[in-house]
């Protein structure tokens, strides 16, 4: 079978650091207005992606954090969950994307703390797995972020961790990895969320890391990239959720990083700045934070420190006193 992959052009190209500052600081403005209403549905998730990605290369500097810390108080619910825009239902996607932004500006302690801990407690289901909503959809990748949220909080004490734990451990799949529920296929996003999860609560023992390394680090392709599952194409944000789960498993060294580098920086648009999913598409905040976190964790040029299990920069991780477990 005809392994599908990318031709990268040979120019192994450098970053242009300077152009990806102006893509995040205009996101949203005149030049991607129709963009970003069309993004409406994920604002806050936006916000997130563009503000981390903006702190790493912009050592550490947010504008306008007043401006930005009045939209994520529009968009709270009295229930405690956090909608992606005014007017929008809350969710456990936007709730962490809500805690992340604030705790990037120094400002967690100024949120309804106590009503955000009963919302995501509300959400975790008698299996210890966790729905999104009320409407019921369960998939590990909340299980991520209602533990990442709590964690943020210093509240993970607040709900069933024993469970929440047991729960993951149900998608664990022979190959090492893990998928949305108990019996689904394993996906390198949901990967990282699974790990990510053992990771906050301390249970990596419960993963094969030898398998599960092994599966990870057959989503290189020749181009350098990293795909989320075999036979499907290379894309930037694969680099993050593949690349960092082999960081937090101590098996970051089983993919060859330079080759992966080329990937990721071929991804780049060196006219407007920012990173597409693979060379020659269009840039958008979701890659952009994905690939210079990949790149971070690679200690390329002056990008500051990330932690793997957050995707947050370290320095935030550390201000909160959070120690994620790593296996090294
Ligand atoms: C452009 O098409 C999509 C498809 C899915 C989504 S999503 O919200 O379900 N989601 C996140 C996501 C976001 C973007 C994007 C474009 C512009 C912005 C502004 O900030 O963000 C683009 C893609 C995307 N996807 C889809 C995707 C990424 N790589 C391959 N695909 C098919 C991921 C998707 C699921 C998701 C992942 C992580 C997360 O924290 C939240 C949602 C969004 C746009
Ligand atoms: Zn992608």
Redesign the pocket.
């Known amino acids: 079978m005809l392994q599908k992959d990318v031709k990268l052009d040979n120019t192994t190209k450098s970053w242009v650091l300077k152009k990806h500052i102006d893509f995040l600081q205009s996101?949203g403005k005149e030049r991607h207005q129709y963009?970003s209403s069309m993004?409406e549905f994920?604002r806050m998730?936006?916000m997130y992606?563009?503000l981390t990605a903006l702190y790493l290369i912009n050592d550490g500097k947010i504008p306008k954090e007043d401006e930005i810390f009045e939209y994520v108080k529009s968009c709270e619910h009295s229930c405690g969950g956090y909608s992606p825009a005014p007017g929008h239902d809350p969710h456990l996607?936007y709730t962490l994307s809500a805690v992340q932004i604030a705790c990037l500006i120094n400002r967690e302690s100024e949120l309804p703390i106590e009503k955000i801990v009963s919302y995501v407690s509300k959400l975790q289901q008698d299996d210890g797995s966790f729905t999104g909503d009320k409407w019921g959809e369960v998939d590990t990748r909340y299980s991520f972020c209602a533990l990442a949220c709590l964690s943020l909080l210093g509240k993970l004490n607040e709900i069933n961790l024993v469970k929440a734990v047991e729960f993951v451990k149900c998608c664990q799949n022979f190959d090492g990895g893990f998928g949305s529920r108990p019996g689904a296929e394993s996906h390198g996003?949901l990967i990282y969320c699974c790990v990510g999860s053992l990771s906050i609560a301390g249970r990596l023992d419960l993963v094969d890391a030898d398998t599960l390394g092994w599966w990870l680090a057959e989503r290189q392709l020749p181009s350098g990239g990293l795909n989320g599952r075999p036979e499907k194409l290379p894309?930037v944000?694969y680099s993050w959720w593949v690349f960092s789960t082999l960081n937090i498993l101590g098996r970051d060294h089983w993919i060859d990083k330079e080759e992966l580098k080329t990937f990721i920086l071929a991804s780049q648009d060196n006219e407007g700045g920012g990173f597409s999913?693979r060379p020659g598409d269009e840039p958008?905040?979701?890659?952009t934070l994905f690939g210079l976190a990949a790149l971070s964790l690679m200690s390329y040029d002056k990008i500051l420190p990330i932690d793997p299990t957050f995707c947050m920069p370290k320095a935030v991780i550390n201000r909160l006193g959070l120690k994620p477990q790593t296996l090294s």
């Open positions: 996101f963009e993004m994920l998730s936006g992606w563009g996607l996003g894309d944000c999913d958008d905040p979701f890659h």
